[in-house]
């Protein structure tokens, strides 16, 4: 079963405009951490933010906020006033406790590719 | 500058062969990981490492081989075993394994002739 969902696949979006990428998780641990990772075309995975399951406080960062809410299991990432560098493939990644064979690794979720166009 | 490079950024694998992506880091962590990217796809487990000389296997190591001899190194072998190999690579690293903040190489593109 997909621990970490994002549910929209493409954004599309005009230079300034904000956007609001969505994540959806699934976890029976009260301890674990969620992540957002960027994947410019270059490849190269991009690391934006860490928080943990205990720390509910929005987190601002220039142009980047998240919305973390535990009540509905969502760890929510908005560009203010998007640019162009923005485009690239956005990744929500959830570690839980050790389970089975894959220790403390990252489930991801499928990625949503964001477009800002001029 | 410390940071995480992998080699050769394309690799193209004939049947039947073997091939090895090169992984080094200059962080000083201990524990590196090995993913796989599909098009359209989060990324999956193949193999991680918390400490030299030990190593585990993830969520899709089947094909697939590595060793951790050195710190700093964890190159990973994909194997003749490994039917669908054309994928992209990506090997990360982090302090302890733990949920700690994993960092990630450039990625190596693998491409079957």
């Known amino acids: 079963a997909q621990k970490v969902t994002q549910a929209q696949t493409e954004i599309s979006v005009v230079e300034k405009e904000d956007v609001t990428l969505d994540c959806v998780y699934e976890?029976?641990?009260?301890?674990?951490?969620l992540f957002w990772y960027k994947q410019p075309p270059s490849g190269e995975l991009v690391f934006l933010i860490r928080?943990?399951?205990?720390?509910?406080q929005n987190e601002i960062s220039g142009r980047y906020s998240w919305n973390f809410q535990k009540s509905t299991s969502s760890f929510n990432f908005t560009i203010t006033a998007s640019q162009v560098v923005d485009s690239a493939v956005y990744f929500c990644?959830?570690?839980?406790?050790?389970?089975?064979?894959?220790?403390?690794?990252?489930?991801f979720g499928k990625g949503t590719s964001l477009l800002v166009t001029p | 500058d410390g940071g995480i490079t992998q080699s050769p950024k394309y690799l193209f694998r004939k049947e039947g062969q073997n091939v090895t992506l090169s992984c080094e880091q200059n962080?000083?962590?201990?524990?590196m990981y090995w993913y796989r990217q599909d098009p359209g796809q989060g990324l999956r487990l193949i193999y991680y490492?918390?400490?030299?000389?030990?190593?585990q296997k993830g969520d899709i190591a089947e094909g697939y081989s590595v060793s951790r001899e050195k710190k700093e190194s964890f190159p990973l072998t994909v194997t003749s075993a490994q039917k669908n190999p054309t994928a992209f690579y990506l090997c990360?690293?982090?302090?302890?394994?733990?949920?700690?903040?994993?960092?990630f190489g450039p990625g190596t593109r693998l491409l079957v002739l």
């Open positions: 990360a690293s982090s302090i302890v394994q733990g949920q700690e903040t994993q960092y």
């Open positions: 928080r943990n399951s205990f720390d509910e």
């Open positions: 962080l000083n962590h201990d524990a």
């Open positions: 490492s918390q400490i030299v000389n030990d190593f």
């Open positions: 990644a959830l570690s839980e406790a050790e389970i089975g064979n894959s220790g403390y690794a990252l489930n």
């Open positions: 976890t029976r641990d009260t301890t674990y951490y």
